[in-house]
Structure formats: C-alpha cells, structure tokens
C-alpha cells in the first residue's frame, strides 16, 4: 500500500508540474498561436531596459492601426531599430513575438516543466525511459527557442 501511495504522489507531482508548465506558457502562446482575429504587425525596436523593450507597432492585418509606442518583453535579442513580427495582446499596449521564434519562445515554461519532470519521472517513478523521453523533449523546446530568438 505505501508503494502505491508512493507512487501516486509522484505522478501526481509530474501531473502538477506539466500542468504549471502549460499554464505559464499558454499566456504568451494563445496569442503566436491563434492569430485569427489578433491584430498583427510589425514592431521598429527604438529603446531596451532591463526587463523591456519599447517601439514603434505599424500594422500589417486588416483593422490594426498603428500605435507609437509598445512594450515588448527584453527577451527577444534585437538591437535598436531592428524589425519584429509582432502580435498585440488584446486591450494593452503588450505585444508577444509572432513566427517559430514567437512559438517557441512562448512555450520556454512548458520546456522547464519537462525537464524538472524528467528529475522526478527517473527519481520517483525509476522510469529511465520515460525521464529520458522528457528530458530530451524539454531540451529540444529549450534549444529550439534558443536558436529561432537569437538567429
């Protein structure tokens, strides 16, 4: 009965941290990835801080205008005047990277999840396989966005 009990907590463990891993990400990826309806552009990077980056939005979707100033987060690796395809989250001044760098920056939490996961699945649940699995797939998400936001 204690291995059962054992062994229920940790995949419950697992369950809980895939799942955090998928809420974190789908703030920022609901918007790279359903774009119908969103309003989509082009944002001209004019100022970086220590969190943020700030510019200019011109729109390229039908119904977007254009707005002087928006705020994106600092991860995106450009410099001062590069161009960013961008989509603006409803109702603010916020926008998320579009494109594979958009997607896969976005789900940056999801590839965390997997690798802490894949610690927990061997540690736990003595199931190399499967921690291998995770941990490869965490990696390749991480890697991934690694290389599309900085190439």
């Known amino acids: 009965m ?4 054992r062994q229920a907590g940790t995949v419950l463990l697992v369950a809980l941290i895939l799942v955090a891993g998928v809420w974190a990400s789908w703030g920022s990826a609901q918007h790279v990835m359903l ?3 969103r309003e989509r552009g082009t944002m001209t990077v004019t100022r970086c ?3 943020t980056c700030t510019g200019s939005y ?3 979707s039908p119904g977007s205008r254009p707005r002087a100033r928006v705020v994106i987060g600092r991860s995106i690796a450009e410099k ?3 161009r960013v395809p961008v989509v603006v989250k409803p109702g603010t001044r916020e926008v998320v ?3 594979a760098p958009g997607f896969f920056h976005a789900w940056v939490p999801l590839g965390g999840a ?3 996961a894949a ?3 061997a540690g736990g649940l003595h199931r190399k396989r499967l921690a291998w699995i995770s941990a490869g797939a965490g990696g390749l998400l991480l890697t991934a966005a690694f290389v599309t936001v900085t190439f």
Do not use: E, H, M, N
């Open 2 to 5: 204690l291995s059962f009990t």
């Open 35 to 37: 774009t119908k309806g």
């Open 49 to 51: 801080a220590d969190s």
């Open 58 to 60: 011109a729109p390229l």
């Open 80 to 82: 001062k005047g590069a």
């Open 97 to 99: 990277r579009a494109g």
């Open 114 to 116: 997997l690798l802490l």
């Open 119 to 121: 610690v927990v699945i």
